[in-house]
């Protein structure tokens, strides 16, 4: 009980105190969502990419234990959702925000509190969280980007596309900036620290604007399938590769407890700016955060029963 009131107090009522916010400000003041989409994919996504690749630090054999989890677990993920989308015969825009409803996950803002709190006392569990999240912002700005720009155009089109977002050259960048540690001064930090701290916030606020309107009056088979690929799906495939290969102790629990995370908001931000489905994708993100409170909590004692 004290995990559920942990998470519920601290990690959702932020989330949707903000969400609310987004949508009582479009509901009275109609903001321009064009406005929006734009300032988060161009300025916000891009320093909050830089700053999370930067300040890593964690290193040794884990590391690869980890991204060998990571890797199968994003490559079922995407194969499912593919076969997934191919059965229901999804058009082509509606398939593409489907896939990043299932394969990308929120191990930001919701990732890193639920591990802060689950890890408090172990520094390897949140290490983990925080590979994570690098390998989610890879996960995003490749697949996730070339996925939604690629519906209405040719390959080679939304390849130029995908080459023209400037959040891949903060990753590049940031990573360079990391590998040979360069020191940046801080005047040039601090603005860009500031633009990375107020993503969660503007992404929030379009979210709820986002859903100002929405009226889910019924749960439509995409958005279903959306939440039992991420919230269930994703979790079962990841013990069966925890055991696969022979995982345990604090790294088992932190990958399996990650892996239960709800569905991106930068899913919903691509279908946004590409106009794949904005509503659907607005409503994976914003269902499956508020069923998450159920079964995130199952997830993490499961995780512990298992692997303590």
């Not at 070339?146 to 960048?173: G, M, T």
């Amino acid at each position: 009980m004290s995990v559920l009131f942990h998470i519920t107090l601290n990690v959702i009522l932020p989330l949707f105190a903000l969400i609310g916010a987004g949508a009582f400000l479009h509901r009275q003041f109609q903001l321009d969502m064009n406005t929006l989409s734009k300032l988060n994919s161009y300025l916000l996504m891009p320093a909050v990419c830089f700053t999370n690749v930067y300040q890593s630090r964690i290193k040794g054999d884990t590391l690869l234990q980890i991204l060998s989890f990571l890797v199968i677990q994003s490559l079922c993920l995407m194969i499912v959702s593919t076969g997934v989308s191919k059965i229901a015969r999804f058009e082509s825009s509606l398939s593409a925000t489907f896939k990043n409803s299932v394969v990308l996950l929120n191990s930001g803002n919701y990732g890193l509190p639920v591990s802060q709190f689950v890890f408090q006392h172990n520094p390897l569990g949140l290490s983990i969280q925080v590979v994570v999240l690098i390998f989610q912002n890879l996960i995003t700005y490749t697949y996730g980007l070339f996925n939604s720009v690629s519906v209405d155009k040719a390959k080679i089109h939304a390849l130029r596309e995908f080459l023209k977002n400037p959040v891949i050259y903060a990753f590049l960048l940031g990573l360079f900036f990391q590998v040979v540690s360069v020191s940046i001064p801080e005047y040039i930090w601090t603005p860009i620290k500031n633009t990375s701290n107020a993503f969660l916030a503007i992404a929030l606020v379009t979210l709820g604007a986002q859903c100002a309107f929405l009226k889910i009056s019924r749960f439509s088979l995409p958005l279903v399938l959306s939440l039992i690929g991420r919230l269930i799906l994703s979790p079962c495939i990841a013990l069966l590769i925890i055991f696969t290969l022979s995982l345990d102790g604090t790294i088992a629990q932190s990958l399996l407890i990650a892996s239960s995370f709800p569905t991106s908001r930068n899913s919903s931000l691509f279908a946004l700016e590409y106009g794949n489905h904005p509503e659907y994708a607005a409503q994976a993100v914003l269902v499956s955060t508020v069923f998450s409170i159920m079964t995130v909590t199952t997830v993490i004692f499961s995780a512990q029963l298992l692997f303590s």
